[in-house]
């Protein structure tokens, strides 16, 4: 069998134009797969890329190939995810306990405990119609792409290609980020457990080792990425279990055992001690813990082309875990808050992580390292799980012509089924990510800022777009499983709103005045990818990028 491969025929302008249900569609050559691959004219039925035997081994339902078929998409990989692995996937995917307890320094320098507790709250409602708007578009068009398909589908047509030509170099810098936190995360806390239990590491506690734990992450996610694709699903339910069992055996012992805050000081004793002008101030630019927590719950999205039935699964996988992840959020932060008599205490901690300190008071080093350890598993698998999202974003980007190289970057592995060089180029902008870290030791805070003001903006420009059409061309919005209705235009009305507020606070630094070694990295690159963007799209973007819509039929 030939290797699998995006598509490489695109031409730099489609030969002819029509308009159908107000988009701009494009007769160009489309995906393909493969030995036997074809190319299809966007008016004629499109041929399977496999024989029948090898459909059905695809694992599709007649849903998922009624939606490829519609999109113009070549079913390329296995539907391994079962609604319940989807479940599991999206809550190991985002591990929000595992990462929270870890992420809360920002929200408790600039606002406190007081401040961290109510900005959570206020943004676990503010977020409701971001995931509901992002459900629907999934149910409508359950692709790996996801945002940028979703603004070429139903942005005006005039600014379609180069607004989702825009919004998937921004998704692609969001989720590369994001896993760039995970195998971060998971060598720093590495570094905590030789602290905990050599204190002497402490006095100097070498940047340069994080980033080194860093790289052998990297190995351990691509190994699991390529070669035990397949076993993902298998072990999901198992690891969610696991997930929520040490929950519950890190957080009993600190209720029992540490020294407790008043419900006063929780609630009510807001702090500034990032040297903020006013309280106000202080709390905006402290939002971003709360922002970065109820942020990538789309992950189920980019693994829509291996969810069976992924019209319904995705949208109700992620609404579900979206409950389930800010009810766990509030419990640990409440918890954690509680058992945190000295806010300025615990952030002196040389580990940079204020929860070691509540650990430290409320157990022996030795249960702190079992804890510890069982976090940093869940954490590696996690990752594993992350990358398998990010893979899959920048496979699909690459595919519709959007990236250097894209051919290249869209190859898919003939026997793994796996984007091998998609996960190889990700795993490679994480570890480029990590030597920040050398230089700065809020490079954890940074990268976060990264990945919550790039995933914000695509979550804007892609309700932006369905707003738009909502108002402008409702009859075009094709039908799905889960739909706004009557509701859609304020709830996506909201979500805009939301999003454009949360964008513009999760680019402030954590403290004034501004270092170097706090300056926040976030603007900076993200400023730097939107000019590569811009290049690349001027020099041979234009050529290969014309949008998903232009393959988009009407069914």
């Known amino acids: ?9 695109q031409s730099s302008s489609p030969p002819s134009i029509e308009r159908d249900n107000g988009l701009e569609m494009h007769d160009r050559k489309g995906p393909h797969v493969g030995e036997g691959a074809i190319i299809h004219d966007r ?11 090898e459909v059905d081994a695809t694992k599709s339902t007649s849903a998922d190939r009624f939606q490829m078929e519609r999109m113009g998409k070549d ?13 599991s996937f999206v809550a190991m995917a985002t591990s929000v306990w595992e990462f929270g307890i870890f992420s809360i320094s920002q929200g408790l320098v600039d606002g406190g405990r007081a401040g961290l507790i109510w900005s959570t709250i206020v943004h676990a409602v503010g977020f409701i119609p971001i995931v509901l708007s992002m459900a629907e578009m999934a149910s409508i068009a359950p692709t790996a792409g996801s945002q940028y398909h979703w603004v070429s589908e139903f942005a005006h047509p005039k600014v379609q290609r180069l607004l989702s030509y825009y919004t998937g170099w921004i998704s692609t810098l969001a989720w590369q980020a994001g896993n760039a936190i995970g195998v971060f995360l998971t060598g720093t806390l590495i570094q905590v457990i030789i602290l905990e239990n050599n204190p002497d590491y402490g006095k100097t506690f070498p940047n340069w080792h994080g980033s080194l734990l860093v790289i052998a992450n990297i190995l351990i996610t691509v190994t699991g990425n390529i070669f035990l694709t397949r076993y993902i699903p298998r072990v999901q339910t198992a690891f969610f279990v696991l997930h929520i069992l040490t ?40 939002q971003l813990s709360a922002i970065y927590m109820m942020c990538g719950m789309d992950s189920s999205c980019h693994i829509s082309e291996e969810v069976r039935d992924a019209a319904k699964s995705v949208p109700r996988s992620m609404m579900s875990i979206y409950v389930v992840n800010v009810t766990i959020t509030l419990a640990a932060w409440f918890i954690i808050c509680f058992a945190m008599p000295d806010v300025e205490l615990a952030l002196e901690h040389p580990s940079l992580y204020p929860f070691i300190q509540v650990m430290e ?16 598993a869940l954490v590696l698998f996690a990752n594993v799980c992350y990358l398998t999202a990010v893979s899959r974003d920048l496979f699909a980007f690459a595919r519709d012509g959007g990236t250097p190289f894209h051919q290249w970057v869209a190859y898919v592995h003939p026997k793994y089924r796996a984007p091998v060089n998609a996960v190889y180029v990700t795993s490679a902008f994480s570890f480029l990510l990590s030597l920040i870290y050398i230089g700065s030791s809020t490079a954890f805070y940074a990268i976060t800022s990264l990945m919550t003001v790039a995933l914000l903006q695509c979550y804007m420009f892609s309700i932006s777009s369905i707003l738009w059409r909502r108002i402008y061309l409702p009859e075009t ?7 706004l209705g009557r509701w859609g235009i304020p709830i996506n009305a909201m979500a805009v709103v939301w999003c454009a507020w ?20 976030a603007s900076a690159i993200f400023v730097g990818v939107i000019l590569v963007a811009t290049v690349h799209y001027f020099v041979s973007g234009h050529k290969t990028y014309h949008g998903p819509v232009t393959l988009v039929k009407r069914m």
Request: aromatic share 16%; glycine share 4%; net charge negative.
């Open 43 to 53: 008016n004629e039925p499109k041929e399977a890329a496999f024989d029948v035997d």
């Open 247 to 286: 929950f519950f055996a890190v957080m009993i012992p600190i209720c029992i055992n540490a020294p407790k805050a008043s419900a006063r000081e929780v609630f009510a004793d807001f702090q500034n001690l990032g040297g903020w002008p006013n309280m106000g101030v202080a709390l905006m630019a402290g």
């Open 75 to 87: 079913q390329v990989f296995v539907r391994h995810f079962k609604p319940m692995a989807t479940f």
């Open 1 to 9: 069998m030939a290797p699998y491969a995006s598509s490489s025929s």
């Open 477 to 483: 919005i094709p039908e799905s499983h889960f739909s």
């Open 361 to 376: 008071q409320s157990m022996s080093i030795t249960w702190v390292t079992v804890e510890l350890t069982l976090i940093v």
């Open 502 to 521: 949360s964008f513009f606070w999760s680019f402030w630094p954590q403290a004034i005045p501004i270092t170097a070694d706090g300056f926040n990295w």
